[in-house]
């Protein structure tokens, strides 16, 4: 048996434009298990964003509930979302994000010590994963003086630096040339398998969709696997 690290269940999300309600999710079910990696693959609109969103706590949906390890999360306090994003939700997003003024290291041990860690282990932590990134030489730079490709590979660092349960990328690979999503992704599929993390990743590349253990898309609102022929 897989065991279920997060689940969403008859998750309904409308939003009001103008005169017109917009229905984006509606009655969306997903389970994603411990250890699996699973490609969001949907075009512009569809509603990844969305998802990943409520997913990772991040906005509340109007209606059913978001489940991680056996929890609801629906009618957590807003305190209480937050303790749990902290600890057990990584997120990366198209641009990085990072902290201008800090260096790639302080990044990373930063949700550490908000977290309540040391600094010394904060620290520890922090270069064994920007190491494992291949991007150790850089710790002391800060995030203009990085490549795009360098950004990126911190703020993966950063997502799973309090070694969360469940990390949520939204086209994390999005914004780099080709070869640079490849090899970001090499290290953040790596960083994923290593850790028996699991991932949902929005992705447009059909390259690393196909490379990911599941493929789903969403459709009338709902999350659909994809069998065959990925969507455009
Ligand atoms: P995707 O990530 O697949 O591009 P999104 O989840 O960002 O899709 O958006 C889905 C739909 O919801 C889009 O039509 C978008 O315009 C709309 N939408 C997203 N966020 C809001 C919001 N805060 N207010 C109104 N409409 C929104």
Redesign the pocket.
């Known amino acids: 048996m897989t065991e279920p690290v997060i689940e969403l269940k008859g998750v309904e999300r409308h ?3 103008g005169q017109r309600k ?1 229905t ?1 999710l509606s009655g969306a079910d997903f389970t994603l298990s411990k250890g699996e990696m699973v490609a969001l693959v ?12 409520i997913a990772g706590l991040l906005e509340r949906p109007d209606a059913g509930d978001v489940i991680l390890r056996g929890r609801a999360c629906g009618r957590l306090s807003d305190d209480e979302r937050t303790a749990i994003r902290r600890n057990d939700i990584g997120f990366v997003y198209q641009f990085h994000h990072l902290l201008p003024e800090f260096s790639a290291l302080e990044n990373i041990v930063i949700p550490q010590l908000i977290r309540g860690l040391g600094e010394k282990e904060a620290a520890a932590r922090a270069l064994q994963l920007l190491d494992y990134m291949k991007i150790a030489k850089r710790a002391e730079h800060r995030p203009a003086e990085l490549s795009g490709g360098e950004q990126q590979r911190v703020a993966i660092a950063r997502a799973v630096a309090n070694a969360p349960l469940v990390l949520f990328a ?2 994390p690979t999005g914004n780099l040339d080709p070869g640079t999503a490849i090899y970001v992704f090499d290290a953040l599929e790596a960083l994923v398998r290593q850790s028996g993390l699991a991932a949902l990743i ?1 992705t447009h590349n059909h390259e690393l969709a196909a490379r990911m253990d599941r493929r789903v898309t ?1 459709a009338d609102g709902k999350v659909i696997d994809i069998n065959g022929q990925l969507p455009a």
Do not use: R
Not at 42 to 53: D, I, W, Y
């Open positions: 939003y009001v434009q917009l984006v949907a075009p512009s609109g569809a509603g990844k964003s969305t998802l990943l969103h939204d086209e929005a969403l």
